[in-house]
Protein backbone atom coordinates (compact mmCIF):
# COMPACT_ATOMS: atom_id res chain seq x y z
CA UNK A 1 0.00 0.00 0.00
CA UNK A 2 1.67 3.62 -0.56
CA UNK A 3 -0.02 6.88 0.90
CA UNK A 4 0.82 10.32 0.43
CA UNK A 5 0.64 12.58 3.27
CA UNK A 6 0.30 16.61 2.41
CA UNK A 7 0.84 19.29 4.87
CA UNK A 8 1.17 22.71 5.33
CA UNK A 9 -1.92 24.81 4.19
CA UNK A 10 -3.60 27.24 5.32
CA UNK A 11 -4.35 31.19 5.05
CA UNK A 12 -1.84 33.73 4.39
CA UNK A 13 -2.37 37.37 3.46
CA UNK A 14 -2.06 38.23 -0.52
CA UNK A 15 1.95 38.58 -0.83
CA UNK A 16 2.54 36.06 2.17
CA UNK A 17 4.24 32.67 1.71
CA UNK A 18 3.55 28.68 2.57
CA UNK A 19 5.71 25.42 2.22
CA UNK A 20 3.71 22.56 0.82
CA UNK A 21 5.07 18.84 1.26
CA UNK A 22 3.97 15.51 0.76
CA UNK A 23 5.71 12.58 1.86
CA UNK A 24 5.38 9.22 0.34
CA UNK A 25 5.58 5.65 1.88
CA UNK A 26 4.53 2.33 2.02
CA UNK A 27 6.45 -0.63 -0.47
CA UNK A 28 8.56 1.84 -2.66
CA UNK A 29 9.88 -0.55 -5.56
CA UNK A 30 10.35 2.72 -8.27
CA UNK A 31 9.49 6.58 -7.75
CA UNK A 32 9.43 8.68 -10.81
CA UNK A 33 8.26 12.06 -11.25
CA UNK A 34 5.68 14.30 -8.59
CA UNK A 35 3.90 17.14 -8.98
CA UNK A 36 1.74 19.49 -7.24
CA UNK A 37 -1.71 19.99 -8.88
CA UNK A 38 -4.76 22.70 -7.56
CA UNK A 39 -8.92 22.90 -7.57
CA UNK A 40 -10.43 26.03 -7.08
CA UNK A 41 -13.86 25.94 -6.89
CA UNK A 42 -15.90 25.38 -9.58
CA UNK A 43 -12.94 24.77 -12.01
CA UNK A 44 -10.77 22.23 -13.26
CA UNK A 45 -7.95 20.32 -11.73
CA UNK A 46 -4.69 22.04 -12.96
CA UNK A 47 -0.99 21.45 -12.65
CA UNK A 48 0.94 23.69 -10.71
CA UNK A 49 4.29 22.35 -10.98
CA UNK A 50 6.12 19.14 -11.41
CA UNK A 51 9.44 17.51 -11.13
CA UNK A 52 11.47 14.55 -12.16
CA UNK A 53 13.14 12.01 -10.30
CA UNK A 54 16.57 13.30 -11.51
CA UNK A 55 15.50 17.40 -10.76
CA UNK A 56 13.93 18.89 -14.08
CA UNK A 57 11.20 21.22 -13.22
CA UNK A 58 8.15 22.58 -15.32
CA UNK A 59 5.71 25.52 -13.58
CA UNK A 60 2.69 26.69 -14.81
CA UNK A 61 2.88 30.27 -16.49
CA UNK A 62 0.43 32.00 -13.52
CA UNK A 63 3.37 30.58 -10.81
CA UNK A 64 6.54 30.92 -12.67
CA UNK A 65 9.24 33.05 -10.47
CA UNK A 66 6.80 32.79 -7.13
CA UNK A 67 6.92 28.94 -6.87
CA UNK A 68 9.15 26.37 -6.36
CA UNK A 69 9.22 22.97 -6.38
CA UNK A 70 11.87 20.65 -4.89
CA UNK A 71 12.18 17.04 -4.08
CA UNK A 72 14.20 15.29 -1.30
CA UNK A 73 14.73 11.44 -2.72
CA UNK A 74 16.06 9.61 0.03
CA UNK A 75 12.95 10.95 2.83
CA UNK A 76 10.47 10.60 -0.64
CA UNK A 77 9.54 14.27 0.03
CA UNK A 78 8.01 16.49 -2.53
CA UNK A 79 7.64 20.20 -1.49
CA UNK A 80 6.25 23.11 -3.08
CA UNK A 81 7.75 26.73 -1.97
CA UNK A 82 4.80 29.70 -2.58
CA UNK A 83 5.75 33.28 -2.46
CA UNK A 84 4.32 36.30 -3.03
CA UNK A 85 0.80 34.82 -2.99
CA UNK A 86 -1.95 36.00 -4.60
CA UNK A 87 -6.27 35.79 -3.91
CA UNK A 88 -5.84 33.50 -7.03
CA UNK A 89 -3.94 31.06 -5.77
CA UNK A 90 -6.77 29.76 -3.38
CA UNK A 91 -7.37 26.21 -4.15
CA UNK A 92 -7.07 22.72 -2.62
CA UNK A 93 -3.36 21.72 -3.67
CA UNK A 94 -3.18 18.18 -4.33
CA UNK A 95 0.53 16.07 -4.67
CA UNK A 96 0.45 13.63 -7.47
CA UNK A 97 3.55 11.35 -7.43
CA UNK A 98 4.44 8.05 -9.77
CA UNK A 99 5.00 5.29 -7.66
CA UNK A 100 5.52 1.38 -8.31
CA UNK A 101 4.36 2.80 -12.16
CA UNK A 102 1.38 4.07 -10.99
CA UNK A 103 0.06 7.71 -10.20
CA UNK A 104 -1.10 8.68 -6.33
CA UNK A 105 -3.22 11.46 -5.48
CA UNK A 106 -2.25 12.79 -1.76
CA UNK A 107 -5.37 13.79 -0.11
CA UNK A 108 -5.36 17.53 -0.61
CA UNK A 109 -4.59 20.37 1.52
CA UNK A 110 -6.36 24.14 1.50
CA UNK A 111 -4.66 27.20 1.02
CA UNK A 112 -7.02 30.17 1.21
CA UNK A 113 -5.07 33.30 0.17
CA UNK A 114 -6.78 36.77 1.78
CA UNK A 115 -6.81 40.07 0.18
Known amino acids: QVQLVESGGGLVQAGGSLRLSCVTSGRIFSIGVGGWYRQAPGKQRELVAN???????NYADSVKGRFTISRDNAKNTVSLQMNSLKPEDTAVYYC?????????WGQGTQVTVSS
Open 51 to 57: ISYGGTT
Open 96 to 104: NVLVNWSHY
